[in-house]
């Protein structure tokens, strides 16, 4: 039986905050700042007079009201930093419900606490909060919460008129429970307030409903090291566990020795070695990750407004050393699709027929190729 085809999930933020913020934003609408406007009431930054008294910001307001702490004394991102857990205490004190939901979430504490942020975070905010902050809490509360934080949250925007802004990271409790594959079964869309979670593909009773905590664009050599950082958990889907990345060859280079683009690692193993299916020749994980950060330096470093024909150059380069469906050739091409039909000069009316036919091409290409990581 099919049960999820029509039925959406839609949840609502239990709490949105900054997240090791260091730019300067207003703590209330988020809005960037080149000179703050010290709240009058507790001195945290806002952008004008009209935030102060806020429903976001009046939570940590009134705990700060007769500490004032000086911004221009105490660190930017410890401030920062200990917003959303503030918050977060006000929900687990005032709202018993939304409580219930955001403590059945994971923290990881234990491995977190090994890790290096949270020195920061017992150097810095922690010292920080119990200066300043008036609010009742323990230790353990505190510790469970950032836990819940840091595991659980997604980035969030806000519509502001036609700017979509981002504002810091949300906690949605029911979104949260959701488990992550990079071949996920759902998509997501942050619209007024609320996360709505769609099935992209049939989903039957009994089927995990997955979703993604990280885009699928780059390769495996990049992407899967980031879920053990943010999310202290190694990815075990289907993609991940393939060398070939679904036969999409996303991280594949071409040999060093033979030239044939059929260079990728020997097992699913995070630190495997690479061995090329053409001639056997074997390099380590390090020098395939090394070449690969070399052309993604070389990708970024590449002016979108330079003309298709540099652009076109520019992939016939990339191409030389690795697998035409590499995940930056595939960014470049994507680029370049886009170039083609917009650019001045470029319009579909202005370009050749053998330049629509490149667009073609590039536009099936893309397509062809992400199908088979885009369910
Ligand atoms: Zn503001
Ligand atoms: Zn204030
Ligand atoms: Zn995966
Ligand atoms: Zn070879």
Redesign the pocket.
Known sequence: MTIWQQNDIKDRPAVIGPFDNSELV??????PMEELYPCSICSLP???K??ENKPRHSIECKYFKNTKPNFTECERSTIYSSIAPIRMLEIQKENGYIWSLVNRLEDHLQERRRGEPWTFLQETVFPFMEKYCEQDYSLNDLERIIGIFRTNSVKWEDKVGLETRPVGHALCPVFSVLCHSCVNNTRYTIEDGLITVRACIPIQAGDEITTQYRGPNDGNILRRPDFKKNWLFDCSCVRCQDPTELGTHSSTLKCFKCREPTLYPRTSDLESEWECRSCGDIVTHSQALEITLRFESLLYGKLYSDPPPSWEIFIDDLEKYLHPTHFICMKAKRLLLQIYGSRDGYTLDKMSKEQLERKIQLCNNYIGKQANIYK
């Open positions: 207003c703590l209330e609408c988020y809005k806002l952008c004008s009209d935030c």
